[in-house]
């Protein structure tokens, strides 16, 4: 895994940066208005070689790669940047392709500075006008008719009508002007093709920026505008959208990076995603950009306002092409069809979202153990509860020091580095034995670690490693829900013991337990965060009671109860009172992503393995526009859910800043799972209602399995807040 801007990259973005906040100024960009071209701006970016980042070496061009050629769309879409760049970018690269003379004499007519070389977005076959970005200024459209590239020159300016977003759209009809030829070859349509697909992946870069700055703007508004005596910002009404807005844009962004390395290396489905992609930066930017002018209240809709000026641009960039769902369908054809789709060659891609190697090291002994102990037919595999937990199974991955591997030896676990752990978490994943309480287990044996007394390291961390003793979670209460700070449940100082009462709702696997890590009130005087403190209470003493909570996913709860129950106070975690600070680096973990995209993934193959057997309208159900449109968006937003996760472990890893990158992880998979399953229930219905492991049955359970899933963890709405307040910079928001 490499998730950080390249070092060879980090120049480019800042050079662009640099160049675009002081060259594209919303001034300027009001000044290209209407048209959305300011000829001052395209000169400058000429001179910087802009135009010819991607032209070939031979042809005289920078031969970047795409990777850097985006981040500098990134910028001039954060900037609004007035000019045709994804289309001159496209269009000189297919003449620095073709070559020839008169390929080489244009790429010197658009280095003087005076020419504008845009690119048709659709074949002119059929000879029907077409809206062409850029085509109200340039002086030759590059052009492809089915069988050759050509340059066609306008014999007068075209026709460019008053339009949404200012990019420059000029009305053209093939054949009305002077037609030069550049290749017929066989080459000729596979170089038009990928131009295409290059020319959506650097609109979608441009989205990428648009979006972000826009956000970032109406952050910086919500801080300023007081109203009712607080800032607007600290409304959740207006800080909760924004933060499902700003972890949309981040999985664009690196949902772009995802297709890139995917080309790159030559994934099957490189082609499928780019459609993917354009889709999702495209909704991405209408939706987040609507909410940002929202923020800015009726002063958004003054032209007099900067925002304005994104909301249009976001709803016109990539529409150049046509209604963005059509690229969603694409995509799908492009996954589940096999439709071909021509690449462009993207060049060096410096990152990587690869899961580690399974096949060596403790990935191997993992797997090898698992092929000896585990029976599809005894042990309940791919099941997502407690119920499949198994104490052999827990007990022999225990004993081989595989439970915890990276925790030190002497307390049972390998020493393991987290690429180690990596690959051998992926195995439990790939073989599809859950072992929740080994999760939960976990984290408590982490706690004691840090902050555990000796004594209580003695007691529990071997047996924990060795597969003997569990833990459970004792947080919620049932008046609290998702405030954990708002705990009732009382300890007392008795001598050397505390004395508990209380109750805790949802503490599952506490039938299997032999500890709870439980938050209690021990001053109920101080203010909730700081009277709090945590134990790991032992479940086996007088006074504690287990009464279980079923649940309509197959899967046991408990409700929890402890009357007078008296524990040492070695079984105390951190200071007296100390309980937040605890919890914070307690909850940091829990909340550091989910694997919910496998699950997306398995849906996805279920319903399409069903449609293949469906017949509508005389035709297999899967060739139907509908149908692969929402198997495309499932893919999509697993795609993206995997990307986000992989930036929450990466940052983890490489203890870079984390602005709450794993909540906004789990906001978007456990949404998307739970928006995506009830759709793919419908899309199947009525087989998708029967319940089973195989098949359809995924669906079902996915879709009951789902509805829980924004609740662990801490509440989506809970998490969105953290999302406002740390990567947005709102101020703690309120109801």
Not at 240 to 257: C, E, M, S, T
Not at 541 to 550: L, N, S
Not at 586 to 596: I, N, P, R
Request: glycine residues 10%; contains cysteine; aromatic residues 8%.
């Amino acid at each position: 895994m490499q998730l950080s801007l390249p070092e060879d990259s980090q120049p480019v973005k800042e050079m662009f940066e640099r160049f675009f906040a002081a060259e594209s100024t919303s001034a300027l960009v009001r000044e290209a208005e209407p048209t959305g071209f300011h000829a001052g701006l395209w000169k400058e970016l000429v001179a910087l070689e802009v135009p010819f980042m991607r032209v070939p070496a031979s042809a005289g061009g920078g031969e970047m790669s795409l990777f850097d050629a985006c981040l500098m769309m990134e910028e001039a879409g954060r900037r609004l940047a007035p000019a045709p760049l994804a289309e001159s970018l496209v269009a000189l690269r297919i003449l620095g392709q073709v070559g020839g003379d008169a390929a080489a004499q244009w790429i010197e007519k658009v280095r003087g500075g005076e020419t504008v070389l845009t690119f048709a977005l659709k074949s002119v076959s059929d000879g029907r006008s077409q809206l062409v970005p850029g085509g109200a200024v340039a002086k030759g459209i590059l052009t492809f008719d089915g069988q050759a590239l050509a340059i066609e020159l306008p014999g007068e300016p075209l026709d460019a009508p008053f339009s949404l977003g200012g990019n420059a759209l000029g009305r053209f009809t093939p054949g009305t002007g002077e037609r030069i030829l550049l290749s017929t070859n066989a080459d000729a349509a596979s170089i038009w093709a990928a131009g295409l697909e290059e020319w959506k992946i650097l609109t979608a870069a441009a989205l990428i920026g648009l979006t972000q700055e826009a956000l970032g703007m109406a952050a910086a508004y919500a801080n300023e505008r007081i109203a009712f005596g607080i800032p607007i910002g600290a409304n959740q009404g207006l800080a909760h959208p924004l933060a499902n807005d700003v972890i949309d844009a981040d999985g664009a962004a690196y949902l772009l990076w995802w297709v890139l390395r995917g080309i790159a290396k030559g994934d099957t489905d490189a082609g499928a995603t780019i459609s993917m992609l354009s889709w999702f930066a495209s909704r991405t930017a209408s939706t987040a950009v609507a909410h940002a002018l929202h923020t800015f209240g009726g002063y958004g809709l003054s032209n007099e306002y900067d925002i304005q000026l994104y909301h249009r641009r976001a709803k016109s960039w990539a529409q150049a092409l046509g209604d963005p769902q059509t690229e969603l369908e694409r995509g799908g054809r492009r996954l589940l069809l096999g439709e071909a789709a021509a690449l462009p060659d993207v060049g060096r891609v410096d990152i990587n979202f690869e899961g580690p190697d399974t096949s060596t090291g403790l990935a191997a002994e993992v797997r090898a153990l698992f092929d000896s102990i585990l029976d599809p037919k005894k042990h309940r595999l791919h099941e997502y509860n407690f119920e499949a937990h198994d104490w052999d199974v827990h007990r022999a991955i225990g004993k081989a020091g595989l439970l915890f591997p990276e925790w030190p030896e002497k307390w049972g676990g390998r020493g393991a580095d987290t690429e180690q752990v990596r690959a051998a978490n992926k195995v439990w994943i790939d073989v599809g034995y859950a072992g929740f309480p080994r999760g939960v287990t976990g984290m408590a044996g982490k706690m004691v670690q840090l902050v555990g007394s000796p004594e209580l390291q003695e007691e529990v961390l071997l047996p924990f490693a060795r597969g003997e003793k569990t833990s459970c979670l004792g947080f919620t209460e049932p008046s609290g829900g998702s405030d954990v700070f708002a705990a009732k449940t009382r300890a007392v100082k008795d001598g050397d013991e505390w004395v508990i009462n209380g109750q805790k709702m949802f503490t599952s696997g506490a039938e299997l337990a032999d500890y709870v890590l439980l938050l209690a009130r021990t001053d109920p005087e101080a203010p909730k965060h700081k009277g709090l403190t945590l134990f790991l209470c032992p479940m086996k003493q007088g006074g504690v009671e287990i009464h279980p909570v079923e649940t309509f996913m197959d899967e046991r709860t408990n409700a929890t109860f402890y009357e007078d129950v008296r524990i040492s106070d070695r079984y105390r975690l951190g200071d007296v009172n100390g309980g937040a600070r605890v919890m914070a680096m307690l909850l940091t973990t829990e909340q550091g992503g989910t694997m919910y995209h496998h699950q997306l993934r398995e849906m996805v193959a279920a319903v399409a393995e069903w449609a293949r057997r469906q017949e509508r309208d005389g035709k297999p159900l899967i060739e139907n526009s509908n149908v692969l449109a929402r198997l495309a968006r499932t893919y999509s937003n697993a795609c993206v859910a995997e990307a986000l996760n992989g930036r929450s472990t990466w940052t983890q890893m490489t203890k870079g800043q984390d602005l709450a990158f794993g909540p906004a992880a789990k906001v978007f998979s456990t949404e998307a799972f739970i928006a995506d399953s009830a759709d793919l229930v419908d899309l199947a219905a009525p087989e998708s209602l029967l319940r089973g492991k195989t098949g359809l049955g995924v669906v079902e359970m996915g879709y009951r399995h789902s509805t829980a899933t924004s609740v662990y963890a801490g509440t989506s709405e809970v998490l969105r807040s953290m999302v406002a307040e740390r990567r947005l910079g709102l101020p703690r928001s309120r109801a």
